[in-house]
């Protein structure tokens, strides 16, 4: 399976301002990730399919302008969170899927915003 | 779609056995199960492709009818630390595609 490392694990931060969140695919040269938010004791939301070199594939629902994502190379993919409010504060967490249609999606350990 | 799992929640004691289950009203390509602690990212357990397989690790197993479009997660002789949220994410085409997850279930084993 392919490690996922993510950065920061923890951050607090005041409301307007802007927080990036970093994802590594450790062993894995990942053409695509995902990106998913979750509510305490709520299933996983996907917010977005990140593609290397390319833009962002949102879901419905999903402000692209609030949440920018960046997947620059094959190994990092970041998550902005514009302007945070509140109402922002949740766990979010990346995934790799390394191996196809065969394999599953391995996931970062998440990172905990707290927007004050 | 998102997947529907049942029952919401379970609680057995320690050695007792369990049966969870992810139904989709839609076909499915693949169904991947995970196990989530509390304040942790999701971890693999298996992923079970259309053909209607089944498969084992340990005492935890599953099974995937793919002509009812369900899934089963199976634990025998459940252990304290099978404490945790189950969740099933379903793969509707393959191809390196998202999965949609379903709003999990709570199993809590006590000793």
């Known amino acids: 399976g392919a490690v996922v490392s993510q950065h920061p694990s923890r951050v607090i931060c005041k409301s307007g301002t802007s927080v990036k969140i970093e994802c590594r695919s450790l062993d894995f040269q990942a053409t695509t990730m995902f990106w998913y938010r979750q509510f305490p004791k709520k299933s996983l939301m996907l917010m977005a399919t990140?593609?290397?070199?390319?833009?962002?594939?949102?879901e419905q629902g999903v402000e692209k302008d609030k949440f920018l994502i960046n997947h620059a190379s094959l190994t990092l993919s970041t998550l902005t969170v514009t302007s945070a409010h509140p109402e922002d504060s949740s766990f979010y967490i990346c995934s790799v899927r390394a191996g196809g249609s065969t394999d599953t999606q391995y996931f970062g350990p998440g990172t905990r915003l707290t927007v004050l | 779609q998102q997947p529907v799992q049942s029952p919401q929640a379970v609680i057995l004691r320690e050695g007792e056995d369990a049966v969870i289950n992810c139904s989709s009203s839609?076909?499915?390509?693949?169904v991947h199960w995970y196990r989530q602690k509390h304040g942790e990212a999701p971890v693999f357990l298996m992923i079970l492709l259309k053909g209607g397989e089944q498969k084992g690790h340990e005492k935890i197993s599953a099974s995937f009818n793919e002509k009812k479009q369900q899934s089963s997660l199976y634990l025998t002789a459940s252990q304290l630390s099978y404490s945790g949220t189950y969740f099933c994410?379903?793969?509707?085409?393959?191809?390196?595609?998202?999965?949609?997850f379903g709003k999990g279930i709570t199993l809590s084993v006590r000793p």
């Open positions: 994410g379903t793969d509707r085409t393959g191809a390196n595609s998202k999965l949609t």
């Open positions: 990140s593609n290397e070199g390319s833009k962002a594939t949102y």
């Open positions: 839609k076909a499915l390509y693949s």
